[in-house]
């Protein structure tokens, strides 16, 4: 048995370096007007500081869904893995409210979702 870290997009993970050193990123949604935009899935990060200069209104973010969490742990757990889930401070995002739900749709695994306490980057 391995243990699996799982992270939000809110790490700042480089997605390349995450999957490198097997860790699972689950994105964020980025909303710029009525297009919202899973974060570094869809829009990378020079793709966001291009629309951050050019929209007329600043962006807002989103929590990922409990499913999203669910599809994240689903392929750990069925290779056996323990988790360990830390998530972006839980005094500015839902985000782990939505791995908990998530963590829950697998009882008998041996998921530990963390509240990293910070933002941007400090929980990597």
């Known amino acids: 048995m391995a243990v699996a870290i799982v992270t939000d997009s809110t790490s700042d993970l480089d ?42 209104t600043l962006p807002i973010t989103s929590q990922p869904t409990a499913q999203m969490f669910e599809e994240a742990f689903a392929p750990l757990v069925a290779a056996g893995d323990e ?7 839980s005094f500015l995002s839902g985000t782990i409210n939505a791995a908990t739900a998530g963590a829950q ?17 400090a929980s990597a």
């Not at 964020?28 to 869809?42: A, H, I, N, P």
């Not at 988790?83 to 401070?89: A, E, Q, R, Y």
């Not at 749709?105 to 980057?121: E, L, N, T």
Request: with cysteine; glycine share 4%; hydrophobic share 40%.
């Open 105 to 121: 749709r697998f009882p008998d695994a041996k998921i530990h979702v963390y509240d990293s306490q910070s933002a941007a980057g």
């Open 15 to 56: 997605p390349q370096r995450a999957a490198a050193a097997g860790v699972t990123v689950v994105p964020l949604f980025v909303v710029f007007g009525d297009t919202s935009y899973k974060d570094t899935v869809e829009l990378s990060r020079s793709e966001f500081y291009e629309k951050l200069a050019s929209e007329q």
């Open 83 to 89: 988790i360990l889930c830390i998530t972006i401070s």
